[in-house]
DNA sequence: GCAGACTCTATAGCTTCTGGAGATATAGGG
DNA sequence: CCCTATATCTCCAGAAGCTATAGAGTCTGC
């Protein structure tokens, strides 16, 4: 009998789906802009896919879920299909990514401190002895000098 | 002499945007989006800013700063704007938006974790050997099941 | 009165999808 | 063979929050 999980040796766009975690049109967006190959057709014009277009698919999904672009995504997927090429690269990403990363952590807190300064300082019951709207209003009753961008 | 600073009872968009830190076109998205009101035209169609505009900006700016959103900011807008309404609704919105921030401080950790997990198997000088690009094809190598979305 | 800086409008693009419209394909049951 | 329900097809628009460009007009200082 033939296999029912993703042993099937073809599936349908939504199997694919499915199986990857990525909604329909993700797929077919990935297709248009050439991050997924185009796969061959059915004859009545429908995808058929293969299990190594799901093992990219979720190559680019867990890349995804871990915050690489999609840019980032297009090269660590040109590296992993040179096994004999140096690593320094695709490294190089994932740190540079760390860092990234790091640093929304950073200035997320800051923030967060902001933001509890802000609901502590609300005083009175109407929005005139309310702080949230008179620090919004006024730099200066800031924790700190500047906010810096968020991303 | 006239003021040299913001104290100009009157502002071209150029100035408004160095007194504010918003880019140019981005006052005039604003205006679009009606955020910013429309000001007045000089004769030759240039808009005039007062220092009421300045203020209004200057709200907004600190707030996305502080990463509200434009929705929550129109609404700020409008509370700031009713000093005798009840502030609670000012306050549930810097409450909302402080566990907004502590989530994506969390989400975040696990992430840098799952990276310097990540960075820390690169073993070969090639891509054969470093983990980085095998982790990232399975996902069963990651630290911890789930990633959820960063946004 | 002219160079150069600034501003105007309108429109398109960015990123990463997401959703809808309207048409076709396929699968399962009678 | 037909019917229906679901899945799929293409194409296009929209989301958020800007940013950039083109081509024209305006203002300022010397």
Redesign the pocket.
Known sequence: MPPRSAAATVM????L?AESGC????I??YEQIGLMPEPDR??????QYSRRHLERLRFIRHS?DLGF???DIRELLTLAAHPEAPCEEADAIARRHLRLVRDRIDRLRKLEQELEHMAACCHGPTVRDCRVIEILSDHGKCLSDGHPPLD
Chains 1, 2 share one sequence.
């Open positions: 349908t766009i939504g199997r789906s909604k329909v049109p993700t077919r967006y059915s004859e009545g014009n429908q995808r995804r672009t999609l840019d």
